[in-house]
């Protein structure tokens, strides 16, 4: 889930005016080497657009022109949202209780980049939000133009849509049309994962911030599971997930080892590739035969690999493990975990990654 941050806080009914006259100034200030007015503006543009197609959710639920499903999935979030706040301790606000139909399948589209022979991503900086492993465009030609420069300077691209991001509370986060044709669970991880954002943040540390969501939106889903008295896990489908997800990572640290070695260009690249169809046979190999065939992850599999397509799963599971070991060592209470992670973002960042190893190899 991409996070991008707009510069400032506004009333709504101050909200055209200050977008027109102040945004426009502040962002002139803020130009640097990593960006442009232009980057900024479709920020500006496309945060203005979402703010302005919000409505609360209990006013679309009581509308009688409401399609039927779109009333019961907004339902169903709502009863979520009260879940997240008085059982998961996460921000009590109104992010996620206004509704936005922006007209899109993608709120936004990233675009990674990495260099051809490694897996160290192509860092943005921002205001506010600090520096992240990718780009976010509102547009989907727009990410498509960024994607085709880096290309030409030699790197590896990847552009993925996504359906819903955070703005850490500066703005009231809208449940979007993206997100509900995915079904009422699905929905509410979303909304544990991106309030746990607004929960807490470390700038230029995404791994850590993508990590913390993702195991506060897993284990949020399975409490939400328990609390309505079904089974704890939809335990098939979660355990290919991580199988998969775990692949994606071996994969990973193959090609950072590959990387380290002092080969020339042609032997580089014909290793690289290697390694991309030994992740593909091992995926064959799990898919034919403990999963009984079922070909989930099979278009991203066989769709064209690069080092880009695979940083996205580093950057959001890579300490999953240790903020579930964190977890069973507060014996479960949510608030006394989430200040040991405060503590945690505020050691420096090589500090922070040596506590997290130490966490992620204990055992649960």
């Given at each position: 889930?991409?996070?991008?941050?707009?510069?400032?806080?506004?009333?709504?009914?101050?909200?055209?005016?200050?977008?027109?006259?102040?945004?426009?100034?502040?962002?002139?200030?803020?130009?640097?080497?990593?960006?442009?007015?232009?980057?900024?503006?479709?920020?500006?543009?496309?945060?203005?657009?979402?703010?302005?197609?919000?409505?609360?959710?209990?006013?679309?639920?009581?509308?009688?022109?409401?399609?039927?499903?779109?009333?019961?999935?907004?339902?169903?979030?709502?009863?979520?949202?009260?879940?997240?706040?008085?059982?998961?301790?996460?921000?009590?606000?109104?992010?996620?209780?206004?509704?936005?139909?922006?007209?899109?399948?993608?709120?936004?589209?990233n675009v990674f980049a990495t260099p051809e022979f490694s897996l160290d991503p192509l860092t943005h900086c921002f205001p506010i939000a600090g520096c992240v492993a990718y780009r976010g465009y509102y547009s989907q030609g727009r990410a498509r133009g960024e994607a085709a420069v880096r290309k030409l300077e030699g790197m590896d691209v990847?552009?993925?849509?996504?359906?819903?991001?955070?703005?850490?509370?500066?703005?009231?986060?809208?449940?979007?049309?993206?997100?509900?044709?995915?079904?009422?669970?699905?929905?509410?991880?979303?909304?544990?994962?991106?309030?746990?954002?607004?929960?807490?943040?470390?700038?230029?540390?995404?791994?850590?911030?993508?990590?913390?969501?993702?195991?506060?939106?897993?284990?949020?889903?399975?409490?939400?599971?328990?609390?309505?008295?079904?089974?704890?896990?939809?335990?098939?489908?979660?355990?290919?997930?991580?199988?998969?997800?775990?692949?994606?990572?071996?994969?990973?640290?193959?090609?950072?080892?590959?990387?380290?070695?002092?080969?020339?260009?042609?032997?580089?690249?014909?290793?690289?590739?290697?390694?991309?169809?030994?992740?593909?046979?091992?995926?064959?190999?799990?898919?034919?035969?403990?999963?009984?065939?079922?070909?989930?992850?099979?278009?991203?599999?066989?769709?064209?690999?690069?080092?880009?397509?695979?940083?996205?799963?580093?950057?959001?599971?890579?300490?999953?493990?240790?903020?579930?070991?964190?977890?069973?060592?507060?014996?479960?209470?949510?608030?006394?975990?989430?200040?040991?992670?405060?503590?945690?973002?505020?050691?420096?960042?090589?500090?922070?990654?040596?506590?997290?190893?130490?966490?992620?190899?204990?055992?649960?």
């Open positions: 889930m991409i996070r991008i941050l707009l510069l400032l806080r506004s009333s709504s009914g101050a909200l055209d005016r200050v977008f027109r006259v102040f945004v426009p100034v502040l962002l002139l200030g803020l130009l640097n080497g990593c960006s442009s007015l232009g980057y900024y503006s479709q920020l500006g543009e496309g945060q203005l657009q979402l703010l302005r197609a919000r409505t609360p959710v209990e006013q679309v639920i009581a509308d009688p022109a409401t399609d039927d499903k779109l009333r019961s999935h907004l339902q169903q979030s709502q009863r979520a949202r009260v879940f997240a706040s008085e059982h998961l301790k996460l921000p009590d606000n109104r992010s996620y209780r206004v509704y936005a139909d922006i007209g899109r399948p993608y709120v936004v589209w990847y552009i993925g849509g996504v359906e819903a991001y955070s703005t850490l509370g500066w703005f009231d986060d809208p449940i979007l049309n993206s997100m509900v044709g995915w079904g009422d669970e699905r929905l509410a991880t979303v909304i544990f994962h991106e309030l746990a954002h607004q929960r807490f943040y470390v700038q230029d540390d995404t791994a850590f911030n993508e990590s913390f969501a993702t195991f506060v939106e897993q284990e949020g889903t399975r409490q939400w599971r328990a609390f309505r008295g079904l089974p704890v896990q939809a335990a098939e489908g979660v355990k290919q997930r991580d199988q998969f997800v775990a692949l994606v990572l071996a994969t990973r640290e193959r090609l950072k080892a590959l990387y380290a070695q002092p080969l020339k260009a042609e032997a580089m690249r014909a290793a690289k590739q290697a390694e991309f169809e030994r992740m593909r046979g091992e995926y064959r190999r799990m898919r034919d035969g403990e999963w009984g065939g079922v070909g989930r992850f099979d278009a991203w599999v066989n769709a064209p690999m690069n080092n880009a397509k695979l940083l996205p799963f580093g950057l959001y599971d890579q300490w999953v493990p240790a903020f579930a070991a964190l977890f069973a060592e507060v014996g479960g209470d949510w608030e006394a975990f989430y200040r040991r992670v405060e503590e945690l973002g505020k050691l420096t960042a090589n500090q922070r990654q040596s506590a997290l190893k130490t966490l992620a190899a204990r055992p649960l």
